[in-house]
């Protein structure tokens, strides 16, 4: 069974606080991305990474940063939370395209900025 | 630029009724991917269908359907006789990237809550 894993489900920080979110996959795919999930905004691009040390901005990187040191690991950095960074953060993998163009999920984690 | 909208914010319906979950999109590109996710209470977005833009036939999955129409720029999903593990919010999202798919542009998701 394909697997992205989150290593956190909930997390309280304080404000100033740096956090990192961690993601792994293990289907061996190039591409990663960050998401982050608010209520009636969907789901928003942070970040994402098409091969080991490569990362691109989405449309809301600001206050945020990314690594990728090996193809299966990509981690979410918030420099220095803020309260409006409390949010869902969703991380997904894909494959390389063609027949497999679709996103595999992990789970989830609720970030709150105290 | 590319947009999706989902006009519907929540849907309510009573279980084996049948309800549709409307999907809108904007894109520039003659070639592009659309998709339909399940998030569940659990919160891990689950892959339903993809969708070429080559490709306009409509698919039928047990209790889901997918209607594509390029006139109108739609791509609705159908339950048919819904139960309560339906129950979850869904995601319409577009992608012009056939190599980076999970680079999307997802709508702001409809909450479908089926009733016993």
């Known amino acids: 069974d394909v697997k992205v894993t989150q290593s956190s489900r909930y997390l309280v920080k304080r404000t100033g606080e740096k956090v990192f979110l961690e993601c792994v996959q293990d289907m061996d795919h190039e591409n990663m991305f960050w998401y982050r999930q608010d209520p009636g905004l969907g789901l928003r691009l942070i970040y994402f990474s098409y091969d080991v040390k490569m990362k691109e901005k989405g449309d809301i990187p600001e206050g945020y940063s990314v690594s990728r040191e090996k193809k299966e690991r990509f981690s979410l950095i918030l420099e220095s939370a803020s309260t409006n960074q409390t949010s869902m953060y969703l991380c997904?993998?894909?494959?390389?395209?063609?027949?497999?163009?679709?996103?595999?999920f992990g789970q989830g984690t609720r970030l709150t900025v105290v | 630029a590319q947009k999706v909208t989902q006009a519907q914010t929540e849907i309510s319906v009573v279980e084996k009724e049948d309800v549709t979950l409307d999907c809108v999109y904007e894109t520039r590109d003659t070639t592009y991917y659309l998709f339909w996710y399940k998030q569940p209470p659990s919160g891990e977005l689950v892959f339903l269908i993809r969708?070429?833009?080559?490709?306009?036939q409509n698919e039928i999955s047990g209790r889901y359907s997918w209607n594509f129409q390029k006139s109108t720029s739609s791509f609705n999903f159908t339950i048919t006789a819904s139960q309560v593990v339906d129950s979850a919010v869904y995601f319409c999202a577009l992608s012009e990237d056939n190599t980076n798919a999970g680079k999307s542009t997802f709508g702001d998701g409809t909450t479908l809550t089926v009733k016993p």
């Open positions: 969708r070429n833009s080559f490709d306009e």
């Open positions: 997904a993998s894909s494959g390389p395209g063609g027949e497999n163009t679709e996103a595999f």
